[in-house]
T-cell receptor, first 112, second 116 residues
Framework: KNQVEQSPQSLIILEGKNCTLQCNYTVSPFSNLRWYKQDTGRGPVSLTIMTFSENTKSNGRYTATLDADTKQSSLHITASQLSDSASYIC???????????FGAGTQVVVTP | EAGVAQSPRYKIIEKRQSVAFWCNPI?????LYWYQQILGQGPKLLIQFQNNGVVDDSQLPKDRFSAERLKGVDSTLKIQPAKLEDSAVYLCASSSLTSGNTDTQYFGPGTRLTVL
């Protein structure tokens, strides 16, 4: 069973609108959670990273939240642009040498 | 700084053939990772190197996949012989990680492999 579940699997939004992506995880003991953006044909690029004590982190129009008690995170995209069309991947790591656990990603399509 | 370089970008082969991918990490990065990303899924770690030693290869299908990182810099991943289910994007990543896993991984553009 995947330890990182993302929803929705895909979504289509109009340019200028906001959207929120969800990530639920069971990875333990928790170390940190990252959101990556992966453009088509490219490797993933880190957007944000949050540790246990952080509950929000922003990177431009991207804002990530973390609730370590419920093991949930969200990524909010404000005033979406066409360039936001990509797959957004939630990645969770456990303390120590444990491998990163990747979600399957949410495919976002921004339409004019 | 230059990013992670990978080649080739695309490769099409027939099943049972062999193929090799090359990765040059960011200069000075001690840790190098190879991932397999099947369409519609997140990356799956195949192997992790710390300098030229293997840290984790638990998910590497060792009957057909092999990887090496001679001299602790660039790395090659080989598939021999390839199967249809090996069709995927193979991502290489590196980090300056020296302990634990808190450092950010920087990914290359990937090699898209199609096995016919």
């Amino acid at each position: 069973k995947n330890q990182v579940e993302q929803s929705p699997q895909s979504l289509i939004i109009l340019e200028g609108k906001n959207c929120t992506l969800q990530c639920n995880y069971t990875v333990s003991p928790f170390s940190n959670l990252r959101w990556y953006k992966q453009d088509t044909g490219r490797g993933p690029v880190s957007l944000t990273i949050m540790t246990f004590s952080e509950n929000t982190k922003s990177n431009g129009r991207y804002t990530a939240t973390l609730d370590a008690d419920t093991k949930q995170s969200s990524l909010h995209i404000t005033a979406s642009q066409l360039s936001d069309s990509a797959s957004y991947i939630c990645v969770v790591s456990a303390i120590g040498w444990g491998k990163l656990q990747f979600g399957a990603g949410t495919q976002v399509v921004v339409t004019p | 700084e230059a990013g992670v370089a990978q080649s080739p970008r695309y490769k099409i082969i027939e099943k049972r053939q062999s193929v090799a991918f090359w990765c040059n990490p960011i200069s000075g990065h001690a840790t190098l990772y190879w991932y397999q990303q099947i369409l519609g899924q997140g990356p799956k770690l195949l192997i992790q190197f710390q300098n030229n030693g293997v840290v984790d290869d638990s998910q590497l299908p060792k009957d057909r996949f092999s990887a090496e990182r001679l001299k602790g810099v660039d790395s090659t991943l080989k598939i021999q012989p390839a199967k249809l289910e090996d069709s995927a994007v193979y991502l290489c990543a590196s980090s300056s990680l020296t302990s634990g896993n808190t450092d950010t991984q920087y990914f290359g553009p990937g090699t898209r492999l199609t096995v016919l």
